[in-house]
């Protein structure tokens, strides 16, 4: 018998993993063992605010693609997804956004109202110049330079009459940075807690399946230096491989729908149809226009750019590209239904434009489709199957939203505070549905937002319960994105946070 390699074996080193791992480790007394699939954090683009596109289909991204997708006319859309320490907050656009208080307490979960939250998502904020600079907490900021264009941006905002007042409103994005630098959930979490003797971290540890004996979660089988090992964990195994590899992990060992796993020759060890279901995401329409002066980072002159990114950690490459937003109930009661994100640049992606431009993206901030992450029969090892079932909803919800919120961008583009910015109009006004609609279908892709994948929930029919153990076993718990039962109307690093600093609280409270 393999002897106990800890306490907690956590899954994972994303945003809830080293919330998990610091949080856990802080007590002596309990030892954890967390492990990476990808590697260290150490490219030069994962600290630099402006280059993260250009980890996307690096080997820091899994690098996923969905299957087709006939509510976007057919097209496959790429979905990046963190693998390195840290996890989607080392390539993510940095932005802090929280939940609106009515996200949580639409759940109607005990234990998970906004008032519970509350306290945890204050104690994960921590301004740059607060009294306790090595707290582990995000390090958040506002930009250091944002682009004036963004002034512009906020001003047409006001031109264009956007409501002002919560939870509406438009303003600059907070961002998880540093003095300049990225600030991921392993910058803030857990490099502060890597010298306690107690913690562990291996990177270039994929984790292949769980080991399950007898209902009990007792360790997890993993690629380490290309051999298969057995770790085990004395309490508890935690998933926190998000939103696309939590439930993938899950399936692949015998945890979920029979008419799944049975085909595939995985034995069933839990009957649970919830696992992989429920997937929502934040879909977003970009609506970009080439800009008649200079304004998309590191385009002109990008040495001096560099010179004095590296020098002051000032500079165009300080931006996370998307500067502000503003949030807008389209139909004009009840809780924002769309988000409006002001971006730098006319596309993003790993390739750097080759012209100045800008964007105003329209975000489907509470999606009535649904969809589901499957393991690929074909390999059943490899990426799974991800169909968002983007704009799927049988009242055709999230096209209509999203139309409106097209009109709406280009209402703002139009603003003479924009002027300036904007060379051409990009949607004729005004444009009838079917074209709103074939322009959407053609153009709208993933906010990077996946969630709900091993939902929450106080019925039979969960995969976790609310204290997020997988229902059905013991020692097993999942912590990430997924566990979200519902999407908040927000980016979901924050709440990702907020929610695994509340587990961290549920497992250190259970006795030794
Ligand atoms: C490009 C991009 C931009 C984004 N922008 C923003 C933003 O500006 N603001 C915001 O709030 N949110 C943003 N998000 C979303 C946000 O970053 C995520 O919601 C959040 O990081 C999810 O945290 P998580 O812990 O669920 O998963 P992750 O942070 O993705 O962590 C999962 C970790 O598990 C590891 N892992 C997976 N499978 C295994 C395995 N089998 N064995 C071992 N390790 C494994 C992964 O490599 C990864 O490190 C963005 C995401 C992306 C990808």
Redesign the pocket.
Same mark, same amino acid.
Do not use: K, M
């Given at each position: 018998m393999p002897v106990a390699t800890a306490d907690y074996v956590i899954?994972?080193?994303?945003?809830?993993?080293?919330?998990l791992a610091a949080r856990l480790s802080a007590d002596p007394g309990r030892s954890v063992l967390l492990?990476?699939?990808?590697g260290p954090d150490r490219r030069a683009e994962v600290a630099m605010p402006a280059a993260?596109?250009r980890?996307?289909g690096s080997s820091y #991204?899994?690098a996923f693609r969905t299957i087709r997708q006939p509510g976007l006319g057919g097209r496959r859309t790429a979905?990046?997804?963190?693998?390195?320490?840290?996890?989607?907050?080392?390539?993510?656009?940095?932005?802090?956004?929280r939940s609106l208080p009515s996200d949580y307490d639409e759940w109607g979960l005990p234990g998970w109202s906004d008032r519970d939250l509350l306290p945890y998502v204050q104690r994960a904020e921590q301004m740059e110049d607060d009294e306790d600079p090595t707290a582990p907490r995000p390090h958040l900021s506002e930009l250091r330079d944002p682009s004036p264009s963004t002034a512009g941006f906020l001003a047409a905002c006001r031109e264009a009459g956007l409501p002002e007042s919560a939870p509406e409103g438009f303003g600059p994005?907070r $961002?998880?940075q540093n003095h300049g630098r990225r600030w991921s959930?392993a910058d803030s979490y857990l490099k502060p807690a890597t010298r306690r003797p107690n913690l562990t971290v291996l990177t270039g540890?994929?984790?292949?399946r769980l080991l399950i004996e007898d209902g009990v979660a007792t360790g997890?089988e @993993?690629r380490l230096d290309g051999e298969r090992q057995h770790l085990r964990a004395a309490r508890e195994v935690i998933v926190?491989?998000?939103?696309?590899? /939590?439930p993938?992990?899950l399936l692949r060992s015998g945890v979920g729908d029979p008419e799944q796993l049975v085909p595939l020759s995985i034995p069933v060890l839990v009957d649970r149809l919830a696992v992989g279901g429920n997937l929502a995401d934040h879909l977003y329409v970009p609506v970009s226009a080439d800009s008649p002066q200079p304004v998309s980072p590191g385009l002109d002159d990008p040495q001096a750019a560099a010179r004095e990114y590296l020098s002051r950690r000032t500079g165009p490459l300080s931006s996370?590209l998307?500067e502000a937003l503003a949030f807008v109930a389209t139909l004009g009661a009840g809780p924002p239904d769309l988000e409006l994100l002001w971006m730098i640049v006319p596309e993003?992606g790993p390739e750097q434009a080759s012209r100045h431009g800008v964007t105003v993206a329209s975000v489907l901030l509470k999606p009535a489709s649904r969809g589901r992450v499957r393991l690929d029969p074909a390999d059943p090892a490899g990426p799974p199957l991800i169909d968002p079932g983007y704009l799927s909803d049988p009242e055709g919800q999230d096209l209509a939203t999203l139309r409106r919120g097209v009109r709406l961008a280009r209402r703002v583009l139009s603003r003479p505070a924009l002027q300036s910015w904007v060379k051409q109009l990009p949607v004729p006004d005004p444009a009838g549905d079917d074209e709103l609609d074939r322009l959407v279908r053609a153009r709208a892709t993933t906010?990077?937002?996946?969630?709900g994948t091993c939902r929450m929930g106080a019925d039979p029919d969960a995969v976790v319960d609310l204290s997020l153990r997988v229902r059905g076993l013991r020692g097993l718990r999942v $912590? #990430?994105? /997924?566990v979200l039962p519902e999407i908040p109307r927000?980016?979901?690093?924050?709440?990702? @946070?907020t929610v695994?600093e509340r587990a961290a609280d549920l497992i250190l409270a259970e006795s030794p």
């Open positions: 899954v994972g080193a994303g945003s809830a993993g080293c919330v492990l990476e699939a990808g993260y596109p980890l996307f #991204d899994w979905w990046p997804r963190g693998r390195t320490l840290g996890g989607s907050s080392s390539i993510n656009a940095q932005i802090w956004t994005v $961002v998880t959930a540890a994929e984790v292949l997890v @993993v926190s491989a998000g939103a696309v590899n /939590s993938a992990l996370n998307a993003l906010l990077y937002h996946p969630t $912590v #990430d994105a /997924s927000a980016h979901t690093h924050a709440p990702t @946070v695994a």
